[in-house]
């Protein structure tokens, strides 16, 4: 299965979070820690879904990139 995730940059740290799994999200001090930490977040929110005898979601999702000029 493959979630999309969303991965932002803040002034002192990146975020990420998994529009299709709420309260999906990871933060960290670098681009590659914060793939890394959602990735395991993932994997742990997937885990808790099934402990809990609840449905895992079918990633639904979508992105899609616009251009628009700035002038």
């Known amino acids: 299965m493959q ?6 940059r803040g002034p002192d740290s990146w975020g990420a979070y998994v529009p299709d799994l709420p309260g999906c999200v990871a ?6 820690e914060v793939v890394r930490l959602i990735r395991e977040a993932i994997g742990f929110h997937l885990e808790g879904l099934r ?18 000029s700035a002038a």
Request: hydrophobic share 45%; glycine share 4%; proline share 7%.
């Open 51 to 68: 402990a809990e005898g609840e449905a895992i979601p079918e990633p639904s999702s979508e992105i899609e990139y616009i251009d628009i």
């Open 3 to 8: 979630y999309m995730v969303i991965i932002e």
């Open 27 to 32: 933060a960290a001090e670098s681009r590659i």
